[in-house]
Nanobody
């Protein structure tokens, strides 16, 4: 497993932007598929975005397509989630994940994103 630490969450007005970062430990970061999930109060955790270890494969939830962009820097062992045109319904705790595509076994502690209307 890899250790993951998220940062970049905060409070933003609707229509604004935030960039989340996830720093990973371990020498094999470049071999992991990475992703982001989120969980809003009273709701189940849901998939947001994923990126393959080769960076040429990405996937997004329909609710964020065209607004969010996932990327990674295998030199810095970091994955990013650029979030634009934020909506109040994007308010949630965002979790970074690592593992194999669709089967992530490492999770970060989460970072809070709050979008005010």
């Amino acid at each position: 497993q890899v250790q993951l630490v998220e940062s970049g969450g905060g409070l933003v007005q609707a229509g604004g932007s935030l960039r989340l970062s996830c720093a990973a430990s371990g020498r094999t970061f470049s071999s992991y598929d990475m992703g982001w999930f989120r969980q809003a109060p009273g709701k189940e955790r849901e998939f947001v975005a994923a990126i393959g270890w080769r960076t040429d494969s990405t996937n997004y939830a329909d609710s964020v397509k065209g607004r969010f962009t996932i990327s990674r820097d295998n030199v810095k062992n970091t994955v990013y989630l650029q979030m634009n045109s934020l909506k109040p319904e994007d308010t949630a705790v965002y979790y970074c994940v690592a593992g194999r595509w669709g089967q992530y076994d490492s999770w970060g502690q989460g970072t809070q994103v709050t979008v005010s209307s």
